[in-house]
């Protein structure tokens, strides 16, 4: 679909980056021929990332392992990529957090696990580079990675919708603020495109309805097809295109009315979420033994 070294020269961050759409993206833009900063909170997941896309393709991709919560800690990252490599040209937020849950079981702390890394994290990251590229007078291209539910809300997974719909006003809202610097904002919000520590979280013992048969075009996302959309973000030729939130979704939030995805989960019983409770625990507890920030 592009040309052989549409993101040459291009210097990308992408969190959240050694795994799942994270992961994906970097592999398109390494292809593309862009330099690469992945970060996230599992050092050994992020190097094995990189070894592994560089070896297939070559090229450079550095690892940083951060928890985005760290306000500090992201200032501190972004820093050591200016002062070791130069100035980024794009930033793409990917690394989120999310888990199903009926919103009445929520604590407090199950609200922040999420909001402090989706909304908060996000914003940290996209200050610290966006101050970085005002005070060099440098353009630079911001895409953000949110979920059609920034339109239609969604039970089950309310601290989530909350935030995305958070990084949605952002996008507009910077796309403003910044566009006299050469700064453009704009997200995508994917329907389904499988991935692991999606699934694990979102669908436990992944015995839930298929709603494909839903979709208008009767199917879920195709990997490349967000790889490719995520380049062309990234590509030079179309700056004036900004403040916008790209569904990538076969149309399927505008066919299904409210668009609450986990609407079918009305149905299930104080067991059932109990089952699904402890799968995700022991998913977030497999997690946290390889983290290291
Ligand atoms: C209720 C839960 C819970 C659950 C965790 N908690 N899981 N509460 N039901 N299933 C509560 C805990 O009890 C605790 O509160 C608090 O959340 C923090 O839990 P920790 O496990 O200590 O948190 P932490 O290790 O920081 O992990 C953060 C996380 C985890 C968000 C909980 O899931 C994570 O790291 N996720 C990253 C990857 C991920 O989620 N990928 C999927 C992204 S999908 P108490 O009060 O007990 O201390 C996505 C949108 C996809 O973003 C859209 C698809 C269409």
């Known amino acids: 679909m592009f040309k052989e070294g549409l993101l040459k020269g291009k210097r990308i961050l992408i969190t959240g980056g050694g795994t799942g759409l994270g992961k994906e993206i970097a592999a398109k833009y390494l292809e593309l021929g862009a330099e690469l900063w992945l970060c996230g909170r599992r050092g050994a997941v992020l190097e094995s990332a990189a070894k592994e896309l560089v070896a297939g393709r070559g090229g450079v991709v550095r690892t940083h392992p951060v928890d985005i919560r760290d306000a500090a800690a992201v200032d501190a990252m972004v820093q050591r990529i200016w002062d070791e490599s130069g100035p980024l040209t794009g930033l793409v937020n990917n690394a989120a957090g999310n888990f199903i849950s009926p919103t009445k079981d929520l604590t407090p702390n199950g609200f922040n696990a999420i909001a402090n890394t989706v909304f908060h994290g996000t914003f940290y990251v996209t200050h ?62 994917p329907g389904p495109f499988p991935t692991e520590g999606a699934a694990k979280r979102l669908r436990p013992g992944g015995g839930f309805e298929d709603t494909t048969h839903l979709n208008p075009m009767r199917r879920i996302g195709r990997m490349e097809e967000l790889q490719n959309l995520a380049s062309f973000l990234m590509a030079d030729g179309c700056e004036w295109l900004t403040g916008e939130t790209i569904a990538l979704d076969g149309a399927g939030y505008l066919a299904s009315g409210s668009g609450a995805y986990f609407t079918q989960l009305d149905k299930l019983s104080d067991a059932d979420w109990e089952g699904m409770r402890a799968l995700i625990k022991a998913q977030n507890d497999k997690d946290r033994a390889g983290r290291s920030a």
């Open 128 to 189: 610290a580079v966006g101050k970085r590229w005002i005070a060099g007078g440098l353009p630079g291209s911001v895409l953000t990675i949110v979920v059609t539910w920034v339109h239609t809300g969604s039970p089950y997974v309310v601290p989530s919708a909350m935030s995305k719909a958070g990084l949605h006003v952002m996008t507009k809202s910077l796309a403003v603020e910044w566009g006299r610097h050469g700064i453009r904002l704009n997200a995508i919000a």
